[in-house]
């Protein structure tokens, strides 16, 4: 509590079956059980489960976070895995759809961010094999890679046409943890009969947590903002200030707000 705040902060491995820790899973709205509602009471964690030095888990978070969104930027459409723009693309040429410019536009611009974001990947590549750190850079690929995932399945079910429409793929509540754990698995039941297979659907469904999952879009681009463009930060008045400073800061306030009441 002496030290300002980012110093005080330790990094520790919590076992998921630490006494007091409780985990409620999440059912997206693909049927999936890809995340869990996690309330920790009174957990205590042996230090022998700390990583890094005491004080140094706020380098250790931004460093995890930024290979996070790496990983979740790589490969697939949605976050990593499922197919790819250039699957698409190939459906689309397959079955004739480059003859409609309006399609034609579309599947153009999607091959051009599908480039962009690859070369997007190689330069990131190349900056892990000499041994960096992800940096900002990877703010600005999961921003690239998120969007991109929303283009592609977007496109994918306005190609589908009224088939569209329909899921016809997977069936109620969690998928068994033997089957993987998300839409992005692609391990759901596929029997289907209207021509489209179901990971367009269940891709759809899952694409607006792109943006929201791995940091959000607000966040990712205020850390391109201040820390690639140089805009200046939000105003902090707590900045340097140690917790125990903060703490009797707002106790000071709400004493004075409370005399004038």
Same mark, same amino acid.
């Given at each position: 509590?002496?030290?300002?705040?980012?110093?005080?902060?330790?990094?520790?491995?919590?076992?998921?079956?630490?006494?007091?820790?409780?985990?409620?899973?999440?059912?997206?709205?693909?049927?999936?059980?890809?995340?869990?509602?996690?309330?920790?009471?009174?957990?205590?964690?042996?230090?022998?489960?700390?990583?890094?030095?005491?004080?140094?888990?706020?380098?250790?978070?931004?460093?995890?976070? !930024?290979?996070?969104?790496?990983?979740?930027?790589?490969? =697939?459409? $949605?976050? /990593? +895995? *499922? &197919?790819?723009?250039?699957?698409?693309?190939?459906?689309?040429?397959?079955?004739?759809?480059?003859?409609?410019?309006?399609?034609?536009?579309?599947?153009?611009?999607?091959?051009?961010?599908?480039?962009?974001?690859?070369?997007?990947?190689?330069?990131?590549?190349?900056?892990?094999?000499?041994?960096?750190?992800?940096?900002?850079?990877?703010?600005?690929?999961?921003?690239?890679?998120?969007?991109?995932?929303?283009?592609?399945? !977007?496109?994918?079910?306005?190609?589908?046409?009224?088939? =569209?429409? $329909?899921? /016809? +793929? *997977? &069936?109620?509540?969690?998928?068994?943890?033997?089957?993987?754990?998300?839409?992005?698995?692609?391990?759901?039941?596929?029997?289907?009969?209207?021509?489209?297979?179901?990971?367009?659907?269940?891709?759809?469904?899952?694409?607006?947590?792109?943006?929201?999952?791995?940091?959000?879009?607000?966040?990712?681009?205020?850390?391109?903002?201040?820390?690639?463009?140089?805009?200046?930060?939000?105003?902090?008045?707590?900045?340097?200030?140690?917790?125990?400073?903060?703490?009797?800061?707002?106790? =000071?306030?709400?004493?004075?707000? *409370?005399?004038?009441?």
């Amino acid at each position: 509590p002496d030290v300002p705040k980012h110093r005080g902060i330790s990094y520790f491995i919590c076992p998921t079956d630490a006494e007091g820790l409780t985990m409620s899973p999440i059912i997206d709205m693909t049927t999936a059980h890809s995340f869990n509602e996690c309330h920790f009471s009174d957990v205590r964690i042996p230090v022998s489960m700390r990583i890094g030095e005491e004080g140094d888990g706020w380098r250790l978070a931004k460093a995890t976070l !930024a290979n996070e969104r790496v990983n979740l930027s790589a490969g =697939g459409s $949605l976050w /990593g +895995s *499922g &197919p790819t723009a250039y699957t698409l693309l190939d459906l689309i040429r397959a079955d004739g759809g480059l003859d409609d410019p309006l399609l034609r536009q579309k599947a153009a611009a999607l091959h051009i961010e599908a480039e962009l974001l690859r070369l997007n990947r190689l330069r990131t590549l190349s900056s892990r094999l000499r041994g960096e750190t992800p940096g900002p850079e990877a703010s600005i690929q999961k921003i690239m890679s998120d969007e991109h995932g929303q283009h592609v399945m !977007a496109l994918a079910k306005e190609v589908a046409g009224t088939s =569209g429409m $329909l899921t /016809g +793929s *997977g &069936p109620p509540g969690p998928v068994p943890p033997r089957e993987g754990t998300g839409a992005t698995e692609n391990k759901l039941m596929v029997e289907y009969d209207h021509g489209v297979e179901p990971i367009w659907h269940y891709g759809f469904l899952f694409s607006p947590a792109l943006t929201v999952g791995g940091g959000t879009f607000a966040v990712q681009r205020n850390i391109v903002a201040e820390m690639v463009l140089g805009l200046p930060r939000e105003i902090n008045v707590e900045k340097g200030l140690t917790w125990a400073q903060t703490r009797r800061r707002t106790a =000071g306030a709400e004493t004075r707000q *409370g005399e004038t009441q």
